[in-house]
């Protein structure tokens, strides 16, 4: 039997550090109806708190990035690890809507430096087939997929108890990923924080890039409103029992265990714009089918191509990390995440105040709209790239 290499190493646990991070997030969305009863929060109340989750959780992509470029992949992953460890445990004996709130906060700030450091570690070791290896990672985070089964089974006997149990996780996993893995970028010897932003800021400036982030923060604003208030919009506005709406959740999230290794692949040999175009038009019908369903089978069948989603991500951060140079690429890919997460922050907090008002159809048909306005803005592009190359041929 081989040694691991250091390659297997970093996807191992940058692997294993996107699932915690994935499993966390859908075990609050999952186990939210019996949050909001211990709190007694409504939905308004608690879709603020997980917007200030996705702020946090968005305004430390560009910093950690930053970081792991000047201090190491390995040191950002490790610390992200430590902090959202706490922050789980710290849910779990949450006394308090406001430290429930606050510690919600501290979520943000772990999960959300962890990411970009995992995806620029990947990127620097896998450069001939980044986009199979990230397809790799987020495919195992997408096993975070059996959380909305597991989570209410353990809340039958408390909810907090999950949480407790995976702050022991993720510090096992900070303490491994520390003390095996190996640094996988060159430290530089003179570190300027004017370059880095500079360097940041900089990536707006083409206008490839510029449509990629429109396309992205569409699909951003709707995988929020998903995950945030999926199994609750099944419970409440649809009458499932809450092991039902867990089982559509699961296949929601665990769908991509399946789809994005294949996608990541398809990343590396083909266009991403046309890959993507097929990814929003599948999940913007089966969102607008499933806004019109009152049936538990259609739903379970809809939650497969509406896991296709986040596969939207995986192809996008592929080309990118490509297009980019090495210097500098955490930092980039970092405020660009910044930026489409920040932008996209208040998802929750709208839709929960909508769906406080207006009922759960109503948010979700918007988002339904928004992924069929990507679709379309896509075939707009790729038509006008084909008239474009057609008059650039001579004749």
Not at 27 to 55: K, P, R
Not at 148 to 176: D, E, H, K, M, Q
Not at 227 to 232: A, D, K
Request: contains cysteine; aromatic residues 12%.
């Amino acid at each position: 039997m081989r040694h691991l290499q250091k390659e297997d190493l970093a996807l191992i646990f940058a692997s294993a550090g996107w699932f915690l991070v994935l499993s966390g997030r859908y075990a609050i969305s999952t186990l939210l109806v019996h949050i909001e009863a211990s709190f007694h929060m409504d939905h308004a109340v608690a879709g603020t708190a997980l917007t200030a989750m996705w702020f946090f959780y968005g305004l430390m992509q560009f910093p950690s990035g930053i970081l792991s470029d000047v201090k190491g992949r390995k040191l950002t992953i490790t610390l992200a690890m430590l902090t959202f460890a706490v922050a789980y445990l710290l849910i779990g004996i949450s006394v308090h809507v406001l430290m429930f709130v606050a510690v919600l906060v501290m979520l943000g700030v772990g999960a959300g430096s962890f990411p970009t450091a995992g995806i620029a570690m990947l990127s620097d070791l896998f450069k001939e087939n980044r986009g199979r290896a990230l397809g790799i990672q987020s495919s195992v985070g997408s096993m975070a997929g059996l959380m909305p089964i597991l989570a209410p089974l353990i809340a039958v006997y408390n909810w907090r108890f999950f949480f407790v149990g995976w702050a022991a996780v993720s510090l096992t996993c900070a303490y491994l990923t520390f003390a095996l893995v190996p640094e996988t970028t060159r430290l530089p010897s003179r570190v300027s924080v004017g370059e880095r932003l500079k360097d940041g800021l900089s990536v707006f400036r083409e206008r490839e890039t510029l449509f990629i982030f429109a396309i992205n923060l569409t699909v951003t604003i709707t995988w929020m409103g998903f995950t945030s208030f999926y199994p609750t919009y099944l419970i409440e506005g649809k009458g499932f029992a809450e092991l039902e709406a867990g089982i559509c959740f699961a296949l929601l999230s665990f769908g991509g265990f399946v789809l994005k290794p294949v996608v990541g692949s398809l990343a590396d040999r083909y266009p991403p714009r046309y890959i993507v175009f097929g990814l929003s038009s599948m999940a913007a019908t089966a969102t607008a089918l499933l806004v019109y369903t009152p049936a538990f089978p259609v739903a379970l069948a809809l939650s497969l191509p509406l896991s296709a989603t986040t596969s939207i991500f995986l192809v996008n951060n592929a080309y990118l990390m490509h297009h980019w140079e090495v210097r500098g690429r955490g930092g980039k890919l970092g405020f660009y995440r910044s930026v489409t997460i920040l932008v996209g922050s208040p998802t929750s907090a709208l839709v929960g105040y909508a769906a406080h008002r207006y009922g759960f159809d109503l948010p979700f048909a918007l988002l339904a709209a928004l992924l069929a306005l990507a679709a379309t803005a896509l075939l707009a592009y790729m038509e006008v790239q084909r008239r474009r190359r057609r008059r650039e041929v001579p004749a």
